[in-house]
């Protein structure tokens, strides 16, 4: 097992009594697993250490911890893909009546997992060369909670669905109008009512391979297409993605009526969401392309929590850096330079219109832009970037901008490396961009890699990199967390905000993940209006103001976790939903 051995600064004796070196076995057969350092304390030799922990007990200070660190497991491997390949240890296991979630990074198995609960290819149990049988599969699984499962799967009596995880690529495999598509696809007699519960009357006639619609209508059609059938298990692979957060909480609680009578797992980024939706969670930890650990499952609270401190517990193990929520005192902006100041905007299109309140942007500040999708938010900032000019109302202001727009297209021929360097040279040179940038990013493992073949998640890494490194006066970032894992958001998220504190500038961020604009904004602007008819931008507002006054129009509550301090999503009719609606706070309570 590897471990860490933590010495704390609390060890303050200056004549150690080293008990914990008496008693340490390899000391007594010789080897020096324990030494002092010229401070006197104690130093332990990880390398030697077998974390027997009585060296933690014979401390009389408390300064000695071990910790074990995460690693592949021994036993319990379901899958491997080559003599070197990536390596799953451990499945969910789907029930009845429960919906099921699964969290972790990308690229350590999540989607392989549902793939083989599935049965689109079977477990292998590690014998990559050799032929697999069900009778094997069913025999290695037999007294567990998976052999009925399985068993039905090798019987052909369990039906199945995926929502596959990248929607846009679709229109390459469904051709045709929309509603000709779910039609030719609904056993369960209920299209009438999917396609109006997601709202998709208005875009039945547009073709799909043409891709006449966009990303978020695309996400809910995937959806209509699970719901649609009547099957025995279902499986939403990250259904929240390019949705807003109305539709993702429309989504989330037709998911999870479904998962009263039905089997349901899903993959889920948004911790919001996540919480709202499902009852126990499993947890994902391993190595990037190397192998992926699935945990016991949890309850979604203690799932969420467990994840956000990086550490199981119950195992004694570290599988990541420690995430913190604080409830910071908002910022005093009447006290901060003034950057930005505009009018009374409006911007008109053929089918929209769009007005924006007069407001001002102040220098050290990160505002947080949320709204619905089609409501006007990317034009605000297109605006503010001098991409587009306003049909009435005026911008003077003469400052450098930086901006990351909303959809990053790969038409940058050449590798990772060369485009930084000729487009932010400064990652490279500035130790302070390479240390709260390059290494934040962990852009060293893509620079070789060619643009045009990044993943998602990597194109939009490298695009708010080479956003936040150019000298500017204000950036302006449009949805940085799309395609990104929940740590990777928290990352971002911290990344950003120390960047815009340390070099003194201002920032605007468009995003629907409540978690990464809880953690990143200094204040708020809330859009409201008829999306794809009419919009309005009102603010800037204070954190607490914005997001009571947004969260009322999406009409949910949030409360702070008491143990972490997130922002929670308050089941529906609880105790705390009534009492916050009664008190007109829908955040949360000050």
């Known amino acids: 097992m590897r471990i860490a051995v933590l010495i704390k600064d609390r060890c303050k004796s200056k004549n150690c009594s080293r008990e914990c070196i008496k008693f340490c076995p390899r000391v007594r057969a010789g080897d020096e697993t324990i030494i002092m350092g ?3 304390k104690p130093i332990i030799s990880e390398q030697l250490c077998v974390g027997c922990g009585i060296c933690i007990h014979k401390c009389p200070f408390d300064a000695i911890k071990i910790i074990g660190l995460a690693e592949e497991l021994e036993t319990d491997l379901v899958h491997q893909f080559g003599i070197n390949g990536f390596r799953l240890f451990r499945l969910p296991v789907p029930k009845k009546g429960t919906c099921i979630g699964i969290l972790g990074p990308n690229g350590i198995g999540k989607t392989t997992a549902i793939r083989l609960l599935s049965g689109q290819f079977m477990p292998n149990l590690g014998d990559y060369d050799e032929e697999i049988t069900w009778e094997d599969i ?17 019987n052909n009596e369990i039906s199945s669905v995926v929502k596959p995880q990248y929607v846009d690529r679709l229109p390459k495999i469904m051709k045709g109008k929309i509603g000709e598509v779910l039609k030719k696809i609904d056993s369960s007699g209920n299209f009438e009512i999917i396609i109006e519960k997601l709202g998709l009357k208005n875009i039945l006639n547009k073709n ?9 209508e695309l996400q809910l059609v995937a959806v209509a297409a699970a719901l649609l059938k009547d099957v025995d298990l279902y499986f939403f692979d990250e259904p929240s993605s390019y949705l807003d957060i109305h539709q993702r909480l429309k989504v989330a609680r037709i998911i999870k009526e479904l998962s009263e009578k039905k089997k349901v797992i899903v993959i889920e980024h948004d911790l919001a969401v996540l919480d709202f ?7 994902v930890y391993g190595d990037e392309g190397a192998y992926g650990v699935i945990t016991n499952a949890r309850g979604v609270r203690h799932a969420i929590n467990t994840y956000l401190s990086g550490y199981l517990k119950e195992e004694n193990i570290r599988f990541g850096e420690k995430i913190e929520f604080f409830e910071q005192p908002p910022k005093k902006r009447q006290q901060m330079k003034i950057l930005i100041s505009y009018e009374d905007l409006t911007k008109n299109f053929e089918e929209f219109s769009l007005e924006i309140e007069k407001g001002v942007i102040r220098g050290g500040e990160i505002i947080g832009i949320v ?13 503010l970037a001098g991409a587009i000019k306003p049909t009435t109302g005026n911008l003077e202001y003469d400052i450098k901008v930086s901006y ?15 485009f930084l360097e000729s487009n932010a040279q400064q990652i490279f040179t500035s130790s302070f961009f390479k240390a709260e940038i390059f290494e934040s990013f962990n852009l060293k493992y893509l620079l070789d890699k060619q643009i045009e073949t990044l993943s998602g998640g990597e194109l939009q890494r490298v695009a708010t990199a080479n956003c936040l490194v150019q000298d500017a006066d204000i950036y302006l970032i449009d949805e940085p967390s799309a395609y990104l894992d929940s740590e990777q958001r928290m990352i971002t998220s911290r990344t950003v905000r120390r960047i815009i504190e ?13 978690y990464f604009i809880d953690m990143i904004s200094d204040a708020l602007i809330v859009y409201e209006g008829e999306p794809g008819k009419n919009g309005k931008g009102c603010g800037p507002f204070s954190l607490h103001e914005g997001m009571n ?31 916050q609606r009664n008190e007109g706070e829908y955040y949360y309570s000050l």
């Open 549 to 579: 006054r947004f969260l009322k129009d999406v009409d949910i509550t949030f409360r702070r976790d008491e143990e972490t301090h997130r922002p929670r999503v308050n089941k529906p009719d609880s105790f705390m939903d009534r009492k």
């Open 404 to 418: 990351k727009p909303q959809y990053i297209t790969p038409d940058y021929k050449g590798s990772v490396r060369e």
């Open 371 to 383: 709204g619905p999708n089609a409501i006007g938010k990317t034009t605000f900032v297109k605006i």
């Open 38 to 40: 010229e401070n006197g």
């Open 208 to 216: 799909i391979e043409k891709r006449e619609i966009s990303g978020g």
């Open 502 to 514: 340390k070099v003194g500038k201002s920032a605007m961020v468009v995003d629907h993940d409540v």
């Open 138 to 154: 069913l025999y290695y699984y037999s007294g567990t909670e998976l052999h009925e499962h399985f068993k039905n799967l090798a």
């Open 277 to 283: 939706l499902c009852d126990n969670v499993h947890l």
